[in-house]
C-alpha cells in the first residue's frame, strides 16, 4: 500500500508518491511524467490521458478536456458559458444545474456530469500510479485551486471515491507548494523569532494564485490568498483570435467555422507562445492545409505579443495588489518591505514579461528553486505522508485558509409563535479564515430548528454561489418545565475547506432531587477503624517528639474520614442530537454509489477490450514473426518444402481474415486462431531451439563421463587420494555409471539419424536433467571430504603435595622452571551477553 499525491491540472496532470526515502514524480505508458488530462469515448472503450489527447482533432465531439474549472458550476453562468462557446463537444445543462457533456459511447448517446469526467481521469491517474510501484493504491491527497467554493470541493472528494480513492485532504495548490518549499529548508528561523515571509505564486494554464505565508521550523502559516481566473489559455486565446482575423483578411477562410481547424490553429498558437518566450527574434507560424486545401502562414515578435497580452497582465498585477492589500489589513500587518522572497511555479511564468509583472509588483526577483511544473504534486504527496500512518516524515505543521467569509442564520423565537420568529445571522467565519477549524454555538431552544449557511459576499465567489447548505438540528425537545433547553452545536471548516455543522448535543435540566441523608458507617467498618486507631497510638508512642505536627495532621483525616461522602446531585444531562445536513447540487451516498457501479462497468468494458486488443496484436504479431523465420534460408532445412507452402498459405489466410472479417470479433476467437498457427509453429520454433543446444549438451554429458570413468579407475588402481572412499560407495557409482552411459549412449544413436525437418524423441532438457542426477551421484563420492583425526588430549599434570605454598601478600608465583608444569588456572567468569531481543533503536 503508498499514498500518492495528485496535481489535476488544466492541461496535464501529475502524480508523486514517497519512496527511497524522497518524492519521487512516476512516469506514465509513454515514460512522461506529466498525464494529458483528456479523455476520450468511444464505440467500444475510454481513452484516457494521452491517448486520448491524440483523437482530439480526429474524435473531437467526444474528446472531452480543459473541464477542470467547470467541476461544481452551473451552467448558466456566464463565464461558463463563455468557455463553452470554444468547445467543439456538445454541452447541456444537467438536473441539478451543473455541466453536462453530449456524447457518443458505447453506439448510445450519453450525458456525463463533469464530476464523472474528472473521476475517469483520476482512475487514470491512478492506474498509472500502480503500474509504477506495482501495488494498489486507494490513499491519495489531491490539490485544488484555492477559489474553489464549498460545492466545488464537494464534487472533487466524490470524484474521488468514484475513482476508487480515498481523499485524505483536499488540498490548495499554493499550500502545496509552501510545503515544498519549506520542509526541506534547514536555515529557517526556530520558533518564537521573526519568521521567514515568502510569496509563492503560481501562473498556470487557466488561473493565477498567490499566497503570502510565514515560515519557521517545522510550521508554515497562510496569511493572505488571492486569484484570479487568468492564465497561459487567455494568452492562446488573443493569439488564436489575432490570426483567425488574419487568415480570414488574407486567406478568406473563417477558422471559426470549422472545429477541427480550430483545434489545430490553438495547437500551433500555444507553440508560437513557447518560442516567443525563449527567442527575442521573430517567430514563425506554419500550417499546411487548415481549411479547404489552404496553407496559411504568419509570424510575430515578443514586443508585439507583449501590447497584445497587456490585457492579461493587469489582471495578474490586479491579483497581487490584492494580496498586497490583504497583508496590511490582516493580524500580521507585515510591509511589502518584508517580503525576503519570491517563489514562482506554474508553467506561465516562463513568459518573460509576467516576470516582470511580478517583480515590479513585490520588488524581489523571481527564484525559480521548485520545479515549476511538479512541485504542487510533491507537496501533495508529502501531505498524504504527512496524514498516512504509514510513512514517518519530519513534524511540519501547515496553517491554510479559505479565501470566503461564511454567514449562518437562523431564527428565534419569540414566545413560542413560529410566525413571529425573528431571523437572526452572524459572520461566523470571515475571509482568510483557518482551515480544520472549529467553534461552538450555544441556542435555547424548545424544539427542532434550522440553520442556513451562506457566503457573505456571494459575487467574490466562484460562480457567485451564495447557498453553502441547510442544517437541521433534529431531536431537542421542551425541558422538564416546558421551557427552552441549551443546545450547543459545534460548527467548522474541515481539513478540506468544507463547512459542516460537525456535531450537536442538547443540554438537559434534571428536575430537583432531595438531598440524601447522611448514612452511618456499619459497625464492621467502625471495628476496623478501632483497630487501626489503636495502631497509629501505638506508632505515635515510638515516634519522636517533636512530631506533633504529624499527630495533628493524621487526627484531621481521621476526622474527615468519619464524616459521610456528600455527592452532589446532577442539575443537567448531556444527550446528543441528530444534525441533518443538506447541500444543495451535492451528490449524496447513495447518488455517489450509483455513479461509482457506472464508472466500475466503465472500467470493465476498457479492460475487456485491452484485453481483446491484446489478443489481436498478439496474433498480427505472431503471423509476421513466423512467416520471417520459415522464410529465412537458415531455417529452411526444419521444414519440408510442401509444409512450408501449406502453411505459408495458412499465415495468409489468417492474415486476410485479421483485417477484414476479423477486424472487431471476440478475444476468444482470437486465441482460438493463435492456437491453430501455433501447432505447426510451434513444433517448427522446437526443432531450430533443440538444433542450436542439443550439441552443447550432449558434450557437457559426455565430459561428465569421462571424468566418472577416470574417477572409477584411479579408486581401483589404489590412488591414496581416494583412500577414504569405501567399496560400497565406489560400487554405487559403478552402477549408476553405467546405466547412465548407457542412456547417453543410445541417445546419441537416435540424434545421429536425426534428419533437421524431424521432431526430435529426446529433447535436450531431458539430457541436461539426466546430466544433472548422474553429477549428483558420482562428484558426491568423489568429492567425499577427508575425515580428519584429532591428537589425543595431553596427559593431566599432578601438583606436587609438598612443595610450598606462597605466603600472603606475596606477588604473583614465579614461572615454573624448564621441565615444571604450571598448573592450570580457572578462567574468571565472562559477562553475560546482552539480550539478543532488545530492540535496536535506528536513526
Not at 505459408?648 to 491453430?676: I, P
Request: proline share 4%; net charge negative; with cysteine.
Amino acid at each position: 500500500m503508498s499514498v500518492i499525491g495528485i496535481d489535476l491540472g488544466f492541461q496535464t496532470s501529475t502524480v508523486a508518491t514517497p519512496r527511497k526515502g524522497g518524492i519521487e514524480v512516476l512516469l506514465n505508458e509513454y515514460s512522461k511524467r506529466a498525464t494529458a488530462s483528456w479523455v476520450s469515448l468511444t464505440d467500444k472503450n475510454r481513452e484516457l490521458g494521452d491517448a486520448a489527447k491524440q483523437k482530439a482533432v480526429t474524435n473531437f465531439k467526444n474528446t472531452l478536456g480543459n473541464f477542470k474549472h467547470l467541476i461544481g458550476r452551473n451552467f448558466a453562468d456566464e463565464d461558463v458559458q463563455a468557455d463553452l462557446a470554444r468547445c467543439p463537444y456538445k454541452t447541456e445543462a444537467m438536473a441539478d444545474g451543473g455541466v453536462g457533456f453530449k456524447v457518443q459511447y458505447m453506439s448510445e448517446q450519453h450525458v456525463f456530469s463533469v464530476t464523472q469526467i474528472v473521476a475517469m481521469l483520476l482512475t487514470k491517474i491512478r492506474s498509472v500510479a500502480e503500474t509504477d510501484l506495482k501495488c494498489k493504491v486507494t490513499d491519495c491527497c489531491i490539490a485544488c485551486p484555492t477559489y474553489f467554493n464549498d460545492r466545488q470541493r464537494h464534487c472533487m472528494l466524490a470524484a474521488a471515491k468514484m475513482a476508487g480513492l480515498n481523499c485524505l485532504r483536499l488540498f490548495n495548490e499554493t499550500a502545496a507548494v509552501a510545503l515544498a518549499y519549506g520542509i526541506y529548508k534547514q536555515d529557517l528561523p526556530a520558533e518564537g523569532e521573526t519568521p521567514r515571509r515568502v510569496v509563492f505564486v503560481d501562473v498556470g494554464h487557466s488561473q493565477t494564485q498567490m499566497s503570502a505565508c510565514s515560515i519557521v521550523k517545522g510550521k508554515m502559516t497562510v496569511e493572505a490568498t488571492a486569484s484570479k481566473r487568468v492564465g497561459g489559455r487567455d494568452l492562446d486565446l488573443l493569439l488564436f483570435d489575432h490570426f483567425a482575423e488574419e487568415f480570414k483578411t488574407k486567406k478568406k477562410i473563417d477558422v471559426k467555422t470549422n472545429a477541427r481547424a480550430t483545434l489545430r490553429l490553438e495547437t500551433e498558437c500555444e507553440k508560437l507562445k513557447k518560442l516567443m518566450s525563449a527567442n527575442a527574434t521573430p517567430c514563425p507560424l506554419n500550417i499546411e492545409c487548415l481549411m479547404n486545401d489552404t496553407d496559411v502562414s504568419g509570424k510575430m515578435a515578443r514586443e508585439e505579443f507583449e501590447v497584445l497580452a497587456v490585457g492579461v497582465f493587469d489582471q495578474i498585477k490586479a491579483c497581487a495588489a490584492d494580496l498586497l492589500a490583504q497583508l496590511k489589513a490582516g493580524d500580521e500587518k507585515f510591509k511589502l518591505t518584508d517580503i525576503e522572497f519570491l517563489e514562482t511555479v506554474g508553467g506561465s511564468v516562463r513568459i518573460p514579461a509576467i516576470k516582470a509583472v511580478l517583480t515590479d509588483m513585490f520588488k524581489q526577483e523571481c527564484a525559480t528553486t521548485l520545479n515549476l511544473d511538479e512541485a504542487t504534486a510533491r507537496g501533495c504527496a508529502l501531505e498524504g505522508a504527512i496524514k498516512s500512518p504509514t510513512f514517518r516524515v519530519r513534524d511540519f505543521v501547515i496553517s491554510d485558509r479559505t479565501m470566503y467569509s461564511i454567514n449562518l442564520s437562523w431564527k428565534n423565537p419569540l414566545d413560542g409563535d413560529d410566525e413571529g420568529d425573528a431571523a437572526s445571522d452572524a459572520e461566523v467565519f470571515k475571509a482568510n479564515s483557518k482551515m480544520s477549524m472549529s467553534k461552538m454555538l450555544t441556542f435555547y431552544r424548545d424544539g427542532d430548528f434550522d440553520l442556513v449557511a451562506k457566503y457573505t459576499d456571494p459575487s467574490g465567489v466562484a460562480g457567485a454561489m451564495s447557498d453553502i447548505g441547510n442544517f437541521r438540528v433534529a431531536g431537542v425537545t421542551k425541558g422538564f418545565d416546558g421551557k427552552s433547553q441549551k443546545v450547543k452545536a459545534k460548527i467548522l471548516l474541515d481539513e478540506h475547506g468544507c463547512f459542516a455543522v460537525g456535531e450537536a448535543h442538547m443540554i438537559e435540566k434534571l428536575p430537583a432531587v432531595a438531598e440524601p441523608e447522611p448514612v452511618a458507617e456499619p459497625a464492621k467498618a467502625a471495628e476496623g477503624d478501632a483497630k487501626a486507631a489503636e495502631g497509629d497510638a501505638k506508632a505515635a508512642e515510638d515516634a519522636p517528639k517533636d512530631g506533633k505536627k504529624d499527630e495533628k495532621k493524621d487526627e484531621k483525616k481521621d476526622e474527615k474520614k468519619d464524616e459521610p461522602v456528600k455527592k452532589k446531585p446532577k442539575t443537567t444531562k448531556t444527550t446528543p442530537v441528530k444534525v441533518e445536513t443538506v447541500k444543495p447540487n451535492v451528490l449524496s451516498k447513495d447518488e455517489i454509489h450509483k455513479l461509482l457501479e457506472i464508472e466500475l462497468g466503465m472500467q470493465a468494458q476498457d479492460r475487456s477490450e485491452r484485453e481483446k486488443s491484446d489478443a489481436k496484436n498478439a496474433l498480427e504479431e505472431y503471423i509476421y514473426h513466423i512467416r520471417d523465420k520459415i522464410s529465412g534460408e537458415q531455417h529452411q532445412e526444419f521444414m519440408l518444402e510442401a509444409d512450408r507452402e501449406t502453411y505459408s498459405s495458412q499465415l495468409t489466410q489468417f492474415e486476410d481474415w485479421l483485417y477484414d472479417d476479423g477486424e472487431d470479433v471476440a478475444k476468444s476467437v482470437y486465441n482460438q486462431k493463435l492456437g491453430e498457427l501455433k501447432k505447426v509453429g510451434d513444433a517448427f520454433e522446437s526443432r531450430v531451439a533443440e538444433s542450436s543446444t542439443r550439441s552443447a549438451a550432449i558434450d557437457s554429458y559426455q565430459t561428465s563421463v569421462v571424468k566418472c570413468r577416470k574417477f572409477i579407475a584411479a579408486k581401483k588402481a589404489g590412488d591414496e587420494k581416494y583412500a577414504h572412499i569405501t567399496d560400497e560407495e565406489l560400487e554405487k557409482v559403478e552402477s549408476g555409471f553405467a546405466l547412465k552411459e548407457k542412456w547417453l549412449n543410445d541417445t546419441v544413436a537416435k540424434v545421429a539419424g536425426l534428419k533437421k525437418h524431424e521432431n526430435p524423441t529426446v529433447l535436450t532438457s531431458a539430457v541436461t536433467s539426466m546430466q544433472a542426477a548422474f553429477d549428483a551421484i558420482y562428484t558426491a563420492t568423489m568429492n567425499k571430504p577427508v575425515p580428519v583425526v584429532e591428537p589425543p588430549p595431553p596427559e593431566p599434570t599432578v601438583p606436587d603435595p609438598e612443595a610450598p605454598k606462597p605466603a600472603e601478600g606475596d606477588a604473583a608465583p614465579a614461572a615454573p622452571a624448564e621441565g615444571e608444569t604450571k598448573p592450570e588456572e580457572t578462567p574468571a567468569a565472562e559477562p553475560a551477553a546482552e539480550d539478543a531481543s532488545k530492540t535496536m533503536d535506528i536513526d
